[in-house]
């Protein structure tokens, strides 16, 4: 189950945009992938 979720309380995929409080953070997709929170093209997204 995800660790970090979103406001709405929902689990993350890779691929969202991420806070930027959560920059640098990794979790789990509601699958039980890992992703990570990295800065892409100048925003935070949740990646693999």
């Not at 309380?9 to 969202?16: I, V």
């Not at 920059?23 to 992703?35: E, N």
Request: positive net charge.
């Amino acid at each position: 189950m995800c660790g970090i979720r979103s406001n709405a309380g929902n689990c993350y995929r890779a691929g969202e945009f991420c806070r930027d409080a959560d920059l640098g953070k990794s979790t789990t997709d509601a699958a039980g992938r890992v992703i990570r929170c990295l800065m892409e093209s100048g925003r935070p997204h949740w990646t693999y």
